[in-house]
């Protein structure tokens, strides 16, 4: 058996019957007993027929009671290669069993193994490439994985883009500097929860710090809200240019959020002017030292 077979086997059994212990309610004890089964063959031979047949059935084996049902599993760490969590946050039991289902396919050769999952995202229905997406922490080969990364960031359908952005760590590990800034900015266009996406401080940089800040002239100039995360992103690149418009909106008197965002961003700036007005505004010192 080879080192990575090796790792496969041991954290595939663990992380089996953890995930195995959470869908199983939500499945009848029959269509339990076969889909394991399809499961087991799936990590002996995987043909590619059986890999789809049992993905796209997923949804017919649930409980029709508790198809709406959520499920928070948040430290169940991926058996790939790749060693990313797969943290499971509101997911229904369809999604959990899918992604659970994907995790049965052992490692194989890149391009037969990207071609056999690649089928599944060419055919796959909203809710199954949702599913798809989910599981980029635990795919095999993962930087194999990075344009499927980028093409579903550029998606129209919500619930794809949030697959990849929400409590993902997929896209902060692996994609470039200018995928990852691609996908910050979307998030912002689509007002995304901001909080979830993995990785916004560690894969911060200068360009996306440039790239939001032209950003915030454009929705200032159209008198639209500007999202207080925003600033915290410009922060630790903030210039005259960024300043000016934060000023700006300070002295238009925006909502005690705002201020608040810009007083914890003057803060933690290195620029002198930011710095200045800190010091001297006893109403934004005071909005700082309440900034949970």
Not at 12 to 19: M, S, V
């Amino acid at each position: 058996m080879s080192p990575i077979e090796d790792q496969f086997s041991t954290t595939h059994i663990a992380h089996n019957e953890l995930i195995a212990s959470h869908v199983k309610p939500y499945v009848g004890d029959a269509e339990w007993q076969v889909l394991t089964g399809n499961l087991g063959r799936i990590a002996e031979d995987p043909q590619p027929s059986l890999i789809a047949r049992v993905f796209t059935g997923i949804s017919r084996i649930v409980k029709p009671g508790d198809k709406g049902r959520q499920i928070v599993l948040d430290d169940a760490a991926g058996p790939g290669q790749n060693q990313l969590p797969l943290l499971v946050k509101g997911w229904t039991p369809a999604r959990l069993l899918r992604v659970w289902a994907l995790m049965h396919i052992p490692p194989m050769e890149q391009a037969a193994y990207v071609q056999l999952i690649e089928r599944l995202f060419l055919y796959g229905e909203m809710e199954e490439l949702v599913a798809l997406y989910s599981a980029l922490p635990v795919f095999h080969h993962p930087e194999a994985w990075r344009h499927r990364c980028t093409e579903g960031i550029r998606s129209n359908i919500g619930p794809v883009r949030e697959a990849i952005m929400a409590d993902n760590p997929y896209a902060a590990a692996y994609l470039d500097e200018g995928a990852w800034n691609q996908l910050v900015l979307k998030g912002f266009f689509t007002e995304a929860d901001m909080r979830r996406i993995i990785g916004l401080e560690k894969r911060n940089n200068g360009r996306l710090a440039a790239a939001l800040v032209d950003y915030a002239y454009e929705l200032h100039a159209a008198k639209r809200t500007i999202s207080p995360h925003l600033w915290l992103l410009v922060a630790p690149f903030m210039d005259e240019r960024a300043y000016s418009l934060m000023r700006n909106i300070l002295e238009e008197h925006p909502d005690i959020g705002v201020s608040r965002a810009i007083a914890v961003a003057f803060h933690r700036s290195d620029f002198a002017p930011a710095k200045a007005l800190l010091r001297e505004n006893s109403e934004l010192t005071d909005l700082l030292n309440t900034a949970g």
